[in-house]
């Protein structure tokens, strides 16, 4: 069983279109993440989501929101994409804390974002 | 602000020729330095977490170890499997997880 996975795996679209990408995570864990790696491979975190609480990253624009249905689901969705998008987003989740835990996380496979 | 560099950004090694990768940091009071590796098209697989200087862990081939600046991955007679990405990750409890770059490691046959 996949303990962290993600839909779609691929995303191609158009600048100005709005798309949502899943994350589910069977592993019981209390906080879940949202993290971008850009073409220089950078992994940057967007949000994390605990216990109803969303802690933000102050890099990431507005257009980003993520939505969480219940603890193990952490969707994200982006308004307006833009070209500067494009990167691969990936899902974490931890068995506790926030952002600023040190518990270990599990990535998902992640999610390629193409804006053309 | 935290930072975490790491080198070289790749390397090539013979089967069985053994290597270290490097990891250096600066943080604010470290609180954890995690070790993951990402093969090519898949998400970042944990390998080890290590809190304080002086520790040690193993897996296999994999030998993590910290000091208060930098941290060590030694690779003992690598095999072509072993080739993947491997990234460095800082904590400092009060500040979201930092990523380094990563290393890319190919092992040839």
């Known amino acids: 069983d996949t303990a962290v996975s993600q839909t779609p795996k691929y995303l191609v679209t158009q600048m100005g279109n709005d798309k949502s990408i899943k994350c589910e995570q069977n592993?019981?864990?209390?906080?879940m993440y949202w993290y971008k790696q850009d073409s220089k491979k950078f992994l940057k975190i967007m949000f994390s989501?605990?216990?109803?609480?969303?802690?933000i990253n102050e890099t990431v624009p507005n257009r980003f929101s993520p939505k969480s249905p219940d603890k193990a689901h952490l969707n994200l969705h982006i308004n307006s994409l833009e070209l500067g998008d494009s990167a691969v987003y990936f899902c974490?989740?931890?068995?506790?804390?926030?952002?600023?835990?040190?518990?270990?996380?599990?990535f998902g496979p992640g999610t390629r974002l193409t804006v053309l | 602000e935290d930072q975490v560099t790491q080198s070289p950004e790749a390397l090539r090694l013979q089967e069985g020729e053994s290597s270290s990768l490097n990891c250096s940091y600066t943080?604010?009071?470290?609180?954890?330095l995690f070790w993951y590796r990402q093969d090519p098209g898949k998400g970042p697989e944990f390998l080890f977490t290590?809190?304080?200087a002086g520790e040690e862990k193993e897996k296999e081939r994999l030998k993590a170890t910290l000091t208060k600046k930098e941290s060590f991955l030694h690779i003992t007679a690598p095999k072509p499997e072993d080739s993947a990405t491997y990234l460095c990750?800082?904590?400092?409890?009060?500040?979201?997880?930092?990523f380094g770059k990563g290393t890319r490691l190919s092992v040839i046959a």
């Open positions: 943080v604010s009071g470290l609180r954890g």
């Open positions: 290590l809190y304080s």
């Open positions: 990750a800082v904590h400092s409890g009060n500040t979201p997880l930092v």
């Open positions: 592993l019981g864990h209390d906080t």
């Open positions: 989501y605990n216990n109803k609480e969303l802690i």
């Open positions: 974490a989740s931890s068995p506790s804390g926030g952002l600023f835990s040190t518990d270990t996380q599990y």
